[in-house]
């Protein structure tokens, strides 16, 4: 079981995953920066040239229309702040998989380098 998470842990190309998470991190960012910048009663506002005769009194869908981009744009900044909890955990859980795959590489050659010795060991042991 762990030689598939070893083999699949091979398939990804590392190197690719850890030069994009700055990128990813920082659109997270910006994504956050501009939901804050929203403003519901400016957007509300906007539709109060609009003409027609509604079924239901204009102030009244109004204010609807305010209640609902004030619930929308807070969605959005929640939305933005998983966002970018998420591309933090990323970007952190690919620097520890980089430090593990460094420990890796030094572990299998300290594994070499004790083989060789093990290897030339026994052959001093066995010569006659």
Not at 48 to 76: C, S
Not at 109 to 121: E, F
Request: glycine share 10%; charged share 20%; proline share 4%.
């Amino acid at each position: 079981m762990a030689a598939g998470w070893v083999a699949a842990l091979k398939l990804v190309p590392w190197g690719d995953v850890i030069e994009a998470t700055p990128q990813i991190l920082q659109a997270a960012k910006k994504l956050l920066g501009t939901t804050r910048k929203g403003n519901a009663e400016a957007a509300a506002g906007a539709l109060e040239g609009a003409g027609g005769e509604p079924a239901i009194p204009v102030a009244l869908q109004l204010e609807h229309l305010r209640e609902r981009v004030v619930m929308l744009e807070q969605e959005q900044q929640e939305s933005a702040v998983l966002i970018q909890s998420l591309a933090e955990q990323n970007a952190q859980v690919v620097q520890a998989v980089e430090v593990l795959r460094q420990r890796q590489q030094r572990l299998t050659g300290a594994v070499g380098v004790l083989a060789v010795g093990c290897a030339g060991l026994l052959v001093w042991v066995l010569r006659p």
